[in-house]
């Protein structure tokens, strides 16, 4: 187990190490020690151990040390005793700081030998610069866009133009070398310019090759003696050697290629490291080895592996590889002979102790490992097995089943009842998400699932599950009763009764409450009535390994009503003879919809596959909308009877009645507190319920076809509503999924939702929402009709017939003709004969047939028509589709990768794309998601911090949570990176601009190489770089981070979307001359088309190019954008708040300047004008506040809660100062209670001057308010006020500035003054009323909150609330 550590770790380590000394909370400096290693043939060094370490914690760190690295099969030794891995440093007699701890070479084993080897050649393997890339993996572009140790780099975009990559603080950007694609209005769309080359050089070759020899294995003579196996190694120099691995080591024998003998040769040692041996055999290969070991390593986070693959879906320029592999005849790459037992080592993990926090960070390690290590098994496994390398074990030619690598794979069987092949992916998905939600359920494990994967590759989708245990046996177990086979629960289980099933049946019962689901009774096809706390599918069984597991859990969430046509019918699932007139009556299924709601929807309607669920953020929601309205009824009936304080006092029965009226009103399924559950059973095909459940299922179905009217009626409304009003809004068809997840709508919605966005009055305004949407409605069918298209297709013929596809999906007139002949010109160039024939059934699709089945399919699942028009010129004129945003959208989703090059996708006729552009086709696979429990808690109570404005402590809390996913996953998670971002903002607010550039430059890494590089998050995460770049004097590297987001956002989206607007602000004040000032036009255009004139984003942009417009002494231009942001600040706050006086202010600051500028011009020429013009320019100070406003690091306070706090205030220091004043009065007979009473009235006088002392009510108060502000700003806590300072300037300000800053709200308003009057940032001011109303940023966004661009909503929304 201690040779299987890669390399790199022992960096992050390092930086863990670094990074647990700042959290005070878990006590790392006083656990953590200094120890000398030596030994082992290296030099001696120093290394920083944790007192919890076990031993064998220290061997793998030390193993992936530099100094050590790839020396293997080594131990720990303490004053000549050989220490026991599994013991605990701390425990260790005689261990101290200090300490000499030796290194041991151990003998090695046959096995041990080979991990040996493969520990060598994962250092000569080192990555190349497109190794990423050909591998399917998203790389990390960041070192090449800031690297500094070359001068410049050639940026390959097309032109091939140069930018320079200087990192000097001081430097000057050259406007001209802003490339032209880049500018706003421009629709080229390089492609070469996303994947820019690295001008990292390549590798040194160590040797020429190495390889097993031929006379391996060894003889059974040899093998008695020692020998392991017999490696030939080929050196640079061009010699032959023969090397014999054994116990001690290895080294050289005397074989040839035509002779054997195994001797040891003359002169040359046993040594313990292969690239030892190697260095004495061949000078060359020592040189190169030593530059490889010392020069080419990347940075920990882009060493080490990512826990799961992100799909990159371009390829390198090349297809043909760079350089052979010259490692792959070792053999030590091969499969294990012995399959791993997957649900073993997923149980084990989670059957680990939970008592500390050493073991819970040990725990979900363990299982983040092992769900990892699995999906890469499973990725693997999909691949053989569609390829053809692997044999079905059933001979079901319809559901074949296989076995590989300790994994059970099948495609399913096709039920009609669930709607064939589309109701078949659709349980497996959901057998999934069945099994991600019982994992995920909090308190004792007594309850287990399988592990749990779906893959999608080449138009097949598998699901891959562990073993079970226990269930398969032999014919004689097969005979005998469930009980003995250990099936303790379902339908088919049988009456029974054992310890067993009641431990088996309590655990069901605590993972039902878990889930808001109902118990049950139906009836089971033998007549047997059965009581159910699942779905009707589900299993319970006690394995061999005596752990109880629930199986086919894939309707555990319960039915869409929208899309169930059995709720047509009055009496589905009860029994007839049961049935009793009255009853009959009374089941009335449409009595239970809103009114007018069947009419105006069309439901409920039937859907192409019978699984349609509601998800579990619905029923969330739902619950709480629930809640809602019970408070009311009850706070209204208790109003109809006295009040809540006298029935409460009166001890009556009359607050027990209004409870219970309430419970019936909203269909609570208790009568006496507010539970709301639901029966994944109604409206099952084939379910029967016994008559004494006919009030049960009334209520269950009136819950079920509430709950999905809530979806039409509240959901998809408040979603429209929240895209209004942020410009983080969805960007491409992942965030747009993830947004609407989040709001609990399905994606079978999108129809719906695209038809609420005609039907809105701000149709043009969501113009962005409504391409997304459409493009992933076309996606997705386009997708469904890939999937039947390629699997028909022959391996040989693949990458053919996917670019025959793409032609025919992109370009209005594609005919296979052409492709036909193009192909057979290529062929006959080749020598591979005559190619594709015209009959091969691929190469017969046209684009009019897939077109045609494309808007077919989409009218049928999302209820469409004529929305896709008759081609993809129609998606582009209409909707202002990209071409080019499609294709990316369809590769990620297929996992098909393209070649990378510049795509001319706008030819109506010649074909964009050939074979050879087509690299791969990897697998796309949806896994479980293992929490990490405590860095998440950590996270949210730091979030909770943050929305109490405790920014110090926030601070420590985001430091322990990064400290703590560190541990876990070595930062490379998707939660990491959002905490590494929240607390690089925080850390600048706080002043510190270097340490939130250094946090910062880290998200941006693990968001490309976790999310991919052109996903989003990354693009808001490289323009929150910028501005701490910025702050810190690196104007150049600011601006080409914001380039690179702007690049990357033409390429996901196009350049009209409201995040555009934000990035071109940002570029229109870090650049200079022309170009700033087409970014700053463009942003203001975009703002105003999306948000209108009054809004704050609109008046912002107004205001940076009014300033603009003064920087270049066109007054009367700025005078105008002036006034239109103070129209609509007044509009907008008011005209007694300070931003709206700033505005007012800097008006006025211009129409003086424009004032003298005319008199000065007219009096004494253009001189003075230029003198002018210079003394109006913003300074670098004002310029980063701008940007701090623009990207969302701080804004302004919309709400007029201040003032209505500062009127409160003075009203209770009135009341204070008159009660003291009496209080004086009256009591100055006694002095010594005139002595009391003046202390106390110092006391009061001081609490009523005290901010500090109401905060806590008017935290309540904002909060209680914030819960009432429309969706997008309801989790949107108010950024922390420019009065808590950040990075930019050194200067202190002057008291007038503070005292003004202190009366202002603590809003930006030294923006929009003057340039004499300049806000420093840089500096921590004392408490300020500001600092009672305003609260942090917590989602990592510009401008509002959104659950897509780095799950900012999500996060928020997420947190606990406070207590």
Not at 482 to 503: M, T
Not at 884 to 892: A, G, I, Y
Not at 1236 to 1256: F, G, L, P, R, V
Request: glycine residues 6%; hydrophobic residues 35%.
């Amino acid at each position: 187990m201690k040779d299987k550590v890669r390399r790199g770790g022992g960096r992050s380590q390092a930086k863990n190490d670094d990074t647990s000394s700042t959290s005070t909370d878990l006590k790392k400096d006083e656990d953590t020690f200094s120890v000398k290693i030596q030994g082992a043939g290296v030099e001696q060094f120093e290394l920083q151990v944790h007192g919890f370490w076990l031993v064998q914690d220290a061997i793998m760190t030390l193993l992936s040390r530099d100094e050590v690295f790839p020396r293997s099969n080594l131990s720990l030794s303490l004053a000549g005793a050989t220490l026991d891995p599994v013991s605990q440093m701390q425990n260790l007699k005689g261990f101290k700081p200090g300490s000499i701890l030796r290194l041991t070479e151990e003998p090695y084993t046959a096995h041990s030998a080979r991990l040996h080897l493969s520990r060598v050649l994962e250092l000569l393997r080192t990555s190349a610069p497109q190794d990423a890339l050909r591998e399917g993996r998203s790389p990390s572009i960041l070192d090449t866009i800031t690297q500094s140790h070359t001068q410049d780099t050639s940026l390959q975009n097309g032109k091939n133009l140069k930018r320079s990559l200087s990192n000097t603080k001081t430097e000057v950007t050259n406007q001209d070398n802003t490339p032209e694609y880049l500018l706003p209005g421009s629709h080229e769309r390089p492609l070469m310019a996303l994947l820019p080359n690295s001008s990292q050089p390549e590798a040194p070759s160590c040797v020429r090759d190495l390889s097993l020899s031929c006379w391996n294995p060894p003889p059974g003579h040899r093998k008695m003696q020692g020998d392991f196996l017999y490696i030939t190694v080929v050196t640079i120099e061009g010699r032959h050697y023969d090397i014999t691995s054994c116990p001690k080591g290895f080294f050289l024998n005397r074989s040839t290629e035509e002779v054997f003998d195994p001797r040891p040769a003359q002169s040359t040692p046993v040594c313990h490291c292969f690239t030892d041996l190697l260095c004495h055999l061949s000078p060359a290969f020592k040189q190169a080895f030593t530059i490889l070991k010392n020069k080419f390593h990347l940075p920990p986070l882009e060493a080490l592996p990512t826990p799961y693959h992100t799909l990159s879906w371009l390829g390198p320029p090349c297809s043909s590889r760079v350089h052979k592999n010259t490692f792959s005849r070792l053999g030590v790459d091969e499969q294990p002979a012995q399959a791993p037992d997957w649900n073993e080592e997923l149980q084990a993990a989670r059957d680990l102790p939970q008592g500390s926090l050493e073991e819970r960070l040990q725990r979900d390690k363990a299982l983040l490992q092992v769900n990892s290590a699995f999906v890469r098994a499973v990725t693997r496994g999909a691949e053989n097995i569609i390829d053809g390398f692997v044999e079905p074990v059933n001979g079901n030619p319809e559901d074949p089943a296989f076995l590989w690598d300790g994994l059970f794979m099948s495609q399913g069987a096709a039920s009609d009842v669930f709607g064939g092949e589309r109701g078949r992916r659709a349980a497996q998905r959901l057998e999934l998400k069945g099994v991600q939600s019982y994992s995920d359920i909090e308190g004792p494990k007594g309850l287990h699932t399988l592990p749990t994967a779906v893959v999608d590759y080449r138009g097949v989708r598998l699901s891959a599950q562990g073993l079970a245990p226990g269930i398969e046996g032999s014919e004689q177990d097969q005979e005998a009763p469930p009980a003995s086979r250990g099936l303790l629960y379902g339908v088919n289980a049988g009456p029974q009764e054992s310890p067993q099933r009641r431990r088996l049946l309590e655990h069901l019962a605590q993972a039902a409450k878990a889930l808001s689901i109902q118990r049950h009774v139906i009836v089971s096809p033998k007549g047997n009535v059965v009581p159910l706390f699942t779905s009707i599918d589900a299993q319970g069984l006690v394995g061999a390994d005596r752990r109880f597991y629930v199986l086919d859990v894939f309707r555990s969430f319960p039915a869409d009503a929208n899309f169930c046509p059995e709720a047509d019918k009055e009496k589905e699932g009860v029994l007839a003879e049961d049935i009793d007139q009255e009853n009959c009556q009374d089941e009335v299924k449409t009595a239970f919809w809103p009114d007018n709601y069947c009419s105006d929807t069309g439901f409920p309607k039937s859907f192409p596959h019978g699984l349609c669920r509601l998800r579990p953020e619905l029923l969330q929601t739902f619950i709480q909308h629930k809640h809602n309205q019970f408070s009311q009824i009850v706070r209204e009936k208790l109003d109809e009877n006295g009040g809540f304080e006298e029935c409460a006092a009166a001890g009556d029965s009359r607050s027990t009645n209004a409870v219970k009226e309430a419970c019936k009103e909203v269909g609570s399924v208790s009568d006496i507190i507010f539970e709301m559950r639901f029966n994944p059973s109604i409206y099952a095909p084939g379910v029967k319920f016994p008559r004494t459940e006919n009030a049960s299922t009334n209520l269950q179905r009136r819950l079920l076809q509430e709950a999905s009217a809530f979806i039409i009626t509240h959901q998809i409304p408040a979603f429209v509503d929240y895209c209004l009003e942020n410009n983080e809004v969805p960007v491409d068809g992942a965030s747009l999924k993830k947004a609407l997840h989040h709001k609990g709508i399905n994606l079978r919605y999108l129809g719906h939702v695209v038809k609420a966005i005609n039907q809105s009055e701000d149709k043009e305004r969501l113009r962005h929402i409504l391409r997304t949407a459409i493009s992933e409605i076309f996606i997705r069918s386009t997708k469904r009709i890939f999937n039947s298209f390629v699997q028909g297709v022959d391996v040989s013929s693949l990458s053919a017939a996917v670019s025959h596809f793409l032609c025919c999906l992109l370009v209005p007139h594609y005919t296979p003709a052409s492709i036909g002949d193009d192909m057979k010109k290529k062929s006959r160039r080749r020598g591979r004969g005559a190619g594709p024939s015209e009959s091969t059934p691929w190469s017969t699709l046209t684009a009019a047939e897939l077109w045609n089945m494309v808007c077919q399919d989409a009218a049928e699942t999302y209820g469409i028509s004529d929305i896709l028009g008759t081609g993809p010129s129609h998606l582009v004129e209409q909707y202002g589709l990209q071409k080019l945003s499609l294709l990316r959208e369809f590769c990620l989703k297929t996992g098909v990768q393209l070649r990378l090059k510049d795509y001319f996708l706008d030819n109506q006729n010649k074909a964009p794309l050939n074979p050879d552009d087509i690299l791969n086709i990897f697998p796309v696979v949806k896994h479980l998601h293992m929490p990490i429990v405590d860095a998440s808690k950590a996270f949210r109570t730091a979030q909770i911090s943050l929305q109490k404005g405790l920014l110090d402590q926030a601070y420590e809390q985001l430091k322990e949570a990064t400290y703590l996913y560190g541990r876990v996953c070595d930062d490379l998670h998707p939660e990491a990176c959002y905490c590494h971002s929240v607390l690089a903002r925080v850390a600048f607010l706080k002043g510190k601009s270097a340490e939130a550039r250094s946090i910062q430059l880290k998200a941006v890494v693990i968001s490309e190489r976790v999310v991919g590089f052109d996903h989003p998050d990354t693009i808001q995460q490289y323009a929150l770089l910028a501005v701490y770049m910025h702050a810190g004097g690196e104007t150049a590297l600011a601006q080409k981070c914001l380039l690179r987001a702007r690049l990357l956002m033409l390429t996901v989206h196009g350049e009209d979307h409201p995040y555009t607007a934000a990035l071109d602000s940002c570029l229109g004040l870090v650049m200079t001359g022309s170009q700033s000032e087409q970014y700053l036009k463009n942003a203001l255009k975009l703002n105003i088309s999306f948000f209108g004139a009054t809004n704050l984003n609109t008046a912002l942009s107004q205001h940076l190019l009014a300033q603009f417009m003064c920087s270049k002494g066109d007054y009367r231009s700025a005078m105008a954008h002036e006034k239109e942001a103070l129209s609509a600040f007044t509009s907008m706050f008011g005209e007694d708040h300070a931003q709206t006086r700033c505005s007012t202010e800097f008006l006025g600051t211009i129409t003086k300047q424009a004032v003298w500028v005319e008199r000065s011009i007219r009096q004494a020429g253009p001189d003075c004008f230029e003198q002018t013009v210079e003394c109006l320019t913003p300074t670098a100070e004002t310029i980063l506040e701008q940007m701090v406003l623009v990207t969302g690091i701080r804004k302004i306070v919309e709400s007029d809660r201040f003032q209505e706090y500062k009127l409160k205030h003075k009203e209770r220091k009135a009341a204070v100062a008159k009660e003291v004043i009496e209080s004086l009065l009256s009591k100055a007979s006694t002095s010594e209670k005139a002595s009391k009473d003046e202390k106390q009235t110092i006391n009061q006088e001081k609490e009523s001057t005290n901010k500090a002392a109401n905060s806590e009510d008017i935290e309540a108060e904002e909060k209680k308010a914030s819960d009432n502000e429309p969706f997008g700003e309801t989790n949107d806590v108010d950024s922390i006020s420019s009065d808590t300072g950040d990075a930019g300037g050194s200067d202190s300000p002057t008291d007038e500035e503070t005292k003004d800053k202190q009366e202002a709200d603590g809003l930006n308003g030294e923006i929009n003054e003057a340039t004499e009057t300049v806000a420093n940032p840089s500096v921590l001011k004392a408490m300020t009323w500001a600092d009672v109303v305003s609260k942090p940023v917590v989602a990592n966004g510009p401008v509002g909150n959104v659950p897509v661009v780095n799950g900012g909503l999500e996060m928020a929304q997420n947190s606990e609330p406070e207590e």
